[in-house]
């Protein structure tokens, strides 16, 4: 199984909500990433988690918060959002560097968040 | 600041041509270089390259890491109107990070 699953796939929210994105893999990767994705760019990084450990924020707002409860499961609660935060939300995940020679990133399909 | 450049941005051609497209980069503490494809939906990975001068392939693709020169090129042969796609290559460090290129958009005519 090399899938990472996203939910859901649509979100549309104002900017006083509170949301979640979701993201499963069960490959048994202990590194697992958010990505920011606008309309024809490429993805920008925003949080890096290893061993369910932050290791990485690229200074992202603080009404993004990302969880990660198990090595499984990757969560990204939004909170307070802006109009300019409609993007597509990617996570990935990936064998940690050092462990094996091939860590390649494998994708979720992503979630398409409208902030209105 | 990590850096990753691709030329050219956008290409059309024909069905059956051969393509090149361009990846340089300035990345600290440089680990890999890695290749995705992506169409309407995420990344797809293509190949990851550690070393200068070992051509990977799979298929009609096929891409070279130069660590001297900074620049990897991905090699599709006798494309297709399936090969119409974003290309992106990205920088990975030591530290974990990924810094994505803007992608070369390709498109396949028949």
């Known amino acids: 199984d090399t899938e990472v699953t996203q939910t859901p796939k649509h979100l549309v929210m104002g900017m006083t909500n509170k949301k979640s994105l979701k993201c499963e893999q069960h490959?048994?990767?202990?590194?697992m990433y958010w990505y920011k994705q606008k309309a024809k760019k490429p993805p920008e990084l925003m949080f890096v988690?290893?061993?369910?450990?932050?290791?990485i924020n690229e200074s992202v707002p603080s009404r993004f918060s990302p969880e990660c409860p198990n090595s499984s499961l990757l969560n990204l609660h939004l909170h307070a959002l802006q109009p300019e935060d409609s993007a597509l939300y990617l996570c990935?995940?990936?064998?940690?560097?050092?462990?094996?020679?091939?860590?390649?990133?494998?994708f979720g399909p992503g979630t398409r968040l409208t902030v209105t | 600041e990590d850096k990753v450049v691709q030329s050219p941005l956008s290409l059309v051609v024909h069905e059956g041509d051969t393509v090149t497209l361009n990846c340089s980069y300035e990345v600290t503490n440089f680990r890999s270089l890695l290749w995705y494809k992506q169409e309407k939906k995420a990344p797809t990975f293509l190949f990851m390259l550690?070393?200068?001068?070992i051509e990977k392939k799979s298929g009609r693709l096929s891409s070279i890491l130069d660590k001297k020169e900074l620049f990897s090129i991905l090699n599709i042969t006798a494309t297709q109107t399936g090969d119409s796609a974003v290309y992106l290559c990205?920088?990975?460090?030591?530290?974990?990070?990924?810094?994505f290129g803007p992608g070369t958009r390709l498109s396949v005519l028949p």
């Open positions: 490959m048994g990767h202990r590194a």
């Open positions: 990205a920088g990975h460090n030591y530290g974990q990070n990924f810094v």
């Open positions: 988690y290893s061993y369910e450990k932050l290791s």
């Open positions: 550690t070393s200068s001068g």
């Open positions: 990935a995940s990936s064998l940690l560097p050092g462990e094996y020679i091939s860590y390649e990133q494998y």
